[in-house]
């Protein structure tokens, strides 16, 4: 049986509380055309109105709970700075092309009374609102939060506008618009004891305005609210949709909302008054901002205040018309000045601030599996940049190490996304990476053996390591960060994980997965993936890079045993090498397929050319021939790459 649907029910715990234990006849409260107060401001409660939307969800009468609402929401004096005195008549006459220079100074003159007197009228209304005003401006915001949770469980049944969202959580986010009514009843403080930045106005001609941030209309906005738009927003801040987003106009706010387009003729999103994040004020930013970083969806203040922050600091770093080398010209310093102005510290140093302190924080316990490090590398710079700019209090070695860490997670994840691209086995991409490590090669692939000179200086290594990593402006732009000291202290770990990989790491996996492999595996990892250590015993760290070449000592004692069996065409070990690499130059392969094929009779190496044959053997033509000419060749090229010296000469005796 079904449970009747005219039963009595409660609202939760908190309006048991409130009301004792009454409860509420979902049919008989949805046909009331008037509540009483008491009883009104208990149902709009936070749990109690979530409660009775769920109710009435499963009931299938969300629209009679919303025309209740709406029958109980109050008429009130909505206090907002309004043109009631022709301003935008006198904008559109200013922007005329025909106008005369002594027209246009009178209409300046009729503008800024305008703006006196629109200024004056929000002042008086703002200051003798009554009591019962301000009660009605209470419930009626109230009302609005109920009627967006119902906007939430009406989404429950999903529609193609919000299934083609960019992701889960910009499905599930509320919508907002410029009609929004919790923010028309939001009385903006734009009083003149409010904490603002204010200067001259160059459509007006008035001094000590509160000037404006104007942000365009992008149809790219939506990526905003894609899933790593929403998980790394400091990263996403920087793409390039978002990087034309400010507009150049610096002009007062109440010019700026007398225009419907820029005087650029950009079309605007939001408008901006540059006052403090406080208040009344805070709500109506968060709402211009949800307009236009993230196309109307209310992903989350945090989220939004971080990209923003970022796209303003972005702006202020690249264009020209706010730039910091533009320092002669009074309207760029002012744009720079509101940019970067004192009244947005508050606002920066709340979600960014904290952000950035727990991230290193979690560093001290997590290192290269902390949220810091696998933050996307433009916006790890920019968390950096950020705690520099708030002056947040982090101690510098701190920075340093965590910086150092960013960049051994950053060359792990790039190698392991070329082991997860390699076809065939084709190793051609590891050649980018072992110039960190070696300083000549006999072919791509192949370092030379140089004894103890066959490593690379910390100067040197750091020329190709942006090659390596990618030739991206995020890339660039991160490896800066780093001074000579710095590069130094860095370079031994980075190119002993390079080589870990390199020769230990045979398929794909993930970084974290990696680093708890070799820390279990290698003496020197622990070490090597603590940045804050102190540094590594240089004779260690040769001893790991040059393990891949033969050990010398033993060559030698194998070439003396077996001289009667390796043909080397009359030159002794020691001239094999310049003999076999100068025509090479260390980065062209050799005159043949591969180092041990193609070449069948001879040398194909223009300074060798040694013969692997007798003219007795091509007489015979046997297999005793064959095998002696296949024996020679083999023994020739083992001896020049004799780091494979003992596992190709014993196995296979065709050097293959």
Known sequence: ATRPQTRAVSLGTEWDSATGNALVNIPSLLQQTQIEPSDLHNILAEEAVTQLALLCKTRGRLGALRDLLIRHKKQDVVVRLEDCYGADGIMERLQSKTIRDDEKDKLREQLRQAHAVNREKYLKLRNESSEEQREAMGLNRSINQALQVIAGFEKSSYTADILNRKSNRAM???????????????????????????????????????????????????????????????????????????????????????????????????????????????KYIDHQLTLAVTAGLATGASGIAQLFATILDRTLETKNWCSCDQTDDPEVQTRQEFLQGEFWREWKMGPISKGASLGFKEYETAGLDSWIIQYPLAGFSQILRWAELLRLPIDAKRIQAVRAAKLIHQIVTVMMNELLREK????????RFLLLVYREFNAPGIPRDLGA???????????????????????TRFLALFDTKAREAVMSRLQLVTFWVLYTQ?????????????????????????PAAPHLPQNEVKKVLLSIFCDKARLKEHLT????????????????????????????????????????????????????????????????????????????????????????????????
């Open 453 to 475: 000179d066959s490593l690379v200086s910390s100067e040197v290594c750091w020329m190709p390591l942006e090659g390596a990593l990618g030739s991206w402006q995020d890339v």
């Open 506 to 530: 045979k398929a794909h996996t993930t970084p974290k997965t990696f680093f708890a492999n070799i820390a279990s595996r290698e003496p020197l990892a622990p070490a090597v993936l603590d």
């Open 172 to 282: 599930r986010a509320s919508t907002v618009s410029a009609q929004d009514g919790a923010v028309e009843i939001t009385a903006l403080d734009l009083s003149d004891h409010v904490e603002a930045f204010r200067g001259a106005c160059s459509i007006c001609c008035e001094d000590k305005q509160i000037l404006s941030i104007v942000l365009k209309r992008l149809d790219t906005v939506e990526e905003n609210t894609t899933d790593f738009a929403l998980n790394f927003p400091l990263a996403a801040a920087q793409a390039k949709q978002n990087k034309d987003m400010i507009s150049a106009q610096c002009i007062c706010f109440q010019c700026a909302q007398a225009l419907k387009v820029s005087i650029f003729q950009e079309h605007i999103v939001a408008t901006l008054p540059t006052v403090e994040y406080k208040g009344a004020n805070k």
């Open 561 to 656: 045993a077996r001289t009667q069996d390796i043909h080397l065409g009359g030159y002794s070990p020691e001239l094999l090498y310049p003999i076999h690499m100068k025509p090479c130059h260390g980065n062209v392969m050799p005159p043949f397929a591969t180092p041990f094929g193609a070449s069948v009779l001879s040398c194909g190496f223009p300074g060798c050319g040694t013969d692997f044959y007798s003219p007795g053997d091509l007489q015979k033509g046997d297999e005793a021939a064959a095998n002696g000419i296949r024996t020679r060749r083999a023994n020739h090229f083992a001896a020049v790459f004799g780091k494979w010296f003992l596992d190709f000469l014993n196995p296979n005796p065709a050097g293959f």
């Open 424 to 431: 065939d086995g084709d190793k051609t991409w590891t050649y």
